[in-house]
């Protein structure tokens, strides 16, 4: 694969209203209204000791939530955009294997069936550091993982703003952006087309 041809995109809070579907969860298994602010700068909900965020996390999981998961809007449109571009759509996240399945059903559905690939990484720092610069961009909406990608030399990294990452430093080489679509119109304005389009077109249209 040709360096810059490809992009890579987390998932939960950045293509998957994860946030979003999780606290109304969580609202409705505890006595604690939970918004995207109560997230703000912290691993759990104001409110939510870990035992018990952990405990819910896994009861959520067990029901298949992230099957239907919704998407965020705007994503769909965001990722036909870039596949139309020819970029090879990678996404990286740290959900645990035992949702693999449900993860790629609700991918394959939001993409239509277009082709993808995923990567369910424990130690995603590490694998962003050491597969950066192949990415013509990264969007993540963790520091720790933008900061990764940037690292690893990834020459455009989007980091998804929200009330979890307000008034946190952004790292060098990082840009802050509204949402997935801002940073797919960043890539495709200085970079209109994967390197390798023209190669991707034949493959597609051989294999109609």
């Known amino acids: 694969m040709g360096k810059q041809s490809s992009v890579c995109i987390d998932l939960d809070g950045t293509v998957f209203d994860f946030y979003g579907d999780f606290s109304n969860y969580l609202t ?7 918004t995207d602010e109560t997230w703000s700068n ?8 870990a035992d018990q965020f952990e ?3 896994e009861q959520y999981m067990k029901e298949k939530r992230y099957r239907s ?3 965020i809007p705007g994503a769909k449109e965001a990722l036909l955009q870039l596949y139309r571009a020819g970029y090879l759509l990678l996404f990286a996240t740290v959900r645990p294997d035992f949702v693999e399945d449900h993860t790629a059903d609700s991918l394959n559905e939001l993409l239509e069936g277009k082709p993808h690939v995923l ?3 424990p130690n995603k720092v590490s694998f962003l550091k050491d597969s950066a610069d192949y990415y013509a961009l990264t969007v993540d909406d ?5 900061k990764a990608a940037a690292v690893g030399g990834c020459p455009r990294v989007a980091l998804v703003n929200s009330a979890r990452v307000q008034g946190e430093k952004v790292p060098k080489g990082v840009r802050r952006v509204v949402s997935l679509q801002a940073a797919v119109n960043w890539l495709l304005s200085e970079q209109p087309e994967s390197p390798r389009y023209k190669w991707y077109q034949a493959v597609r249209e051989a294999g109609q």
Do not use: C, K, W
């Not at 409705?28 to 939970?34: F, W």
């Open 28 to 34: 409705l298994h505890t006595d604690i209204t939970v």
């Open 42 to 49: 912290t691993p759990y909900p104001e409110g939510i000791s």
């Open 55 to 57: 405990e819910l996390h």
């Open 69 to 71: 998961m919704p998407p």
């Open 119 to 121: 990567f369910q990484r």
């Open 142 to 146: 963790n520091i720790s993982f933008a």
